[in-house]
């Protein structure tokens, strides 16, 4: 269920390009056909976790795409449109800036919107470790990219993703976050053995529906 507490302290901004371009390298093990039902599967499971996560006050879904906008609203997401269309760096400091609008003071995280076996306790850890640092990140399950960046109240998120955003936010001062037992948080899906991954330690309602018919493939 979705957490009720508005005074929880994180505010998460999730990015989300059009589902047709969306999750492009996974077309080679799921099918073209499939792919976009796929990528809005992974945003709903990520979004409707976050927004299950005692930490987390609200999430802002930065997206120009209307199916998802309307599948994530439905999950209790706020949906800013992508206005820059400049790519996702530009989109996670647009949708910080959004926040921040409607609450100066909010703690801001960027959350990948591909996470679907997020698990709420797990993302919990990982927030409430975050809240000790100015800025801090958690690498992704290969331990070269991120799948979350945070901005305490007053601080700029100031995003690298995109390739080794390790080593560019390790670079920008941020710390990283080293805990064991956060799985679902690093578990990031771009090919066939992502998912497959992702399914082995627990797919999410929506992604599982998907899935399904890959299973035995």
């Known amino acids: 269920m979705p957490n009720t507490d508005r005074t929880a302290a994180w505010s998460l901004v999730v990015p989300l390009k059009p589902l047709a371009l969306a999750k492009s390298r996974l077309a080679a093990a799921t099918g073209d056909a499939l792919r976009p039902g796929l990528a809005l599967a992974f945003a709903q499971d990520t979004v409707a976790a976050a927004l299950a996560c005692p930490a987390v006050r609200d999430v802002a879904v930065v997206t120009d795409d209307p199916l998802a906008a309307a599948e994530l609203t439905a999950l209790g997401a706020r949906i800013v449109p992508d206005a820059l269309s400049a790519g996702l760096n530009a989109a996670l400091a647009y949708g910080a800036r959004s926040v921040r609008d409607l609450n100066p003071s909010a703690a801001v995280a960027a959350l990948n919107a591909d996470l679907p076996a997020l698990r709420p306790g797990e993302l919990q850890r990982v927030l409430e470790f975050a809240t000790a640092f100015p800025r801090a990140f958690l690498a992704d399950a290969a331990g070269i990219g991120t799948t979350l960046l945070s901005a305490a109240p007053g601080m700029e998120l100031n995003p690298a993703f995109g390739g080794p955003s390790r080593l560019r936010h390790s ?47």
Do not use: C, F, N
């Not at 992702?198 to 299973?215: E, N, S």
């Open 171 to 217: 670079a920008t001062g941020a710390a990283e976050i080293l805990l064991d037992g956060v799985e679902s948080v690093r578990r990031d899906v771009d090919t066939g053995d992502d998912l497959r991954a992702a399914a082995a330690l627990g797919l999410g309602p929506y992604t599982a529906l998907r899935y399904a018919p890959l299973a035995g493939t």
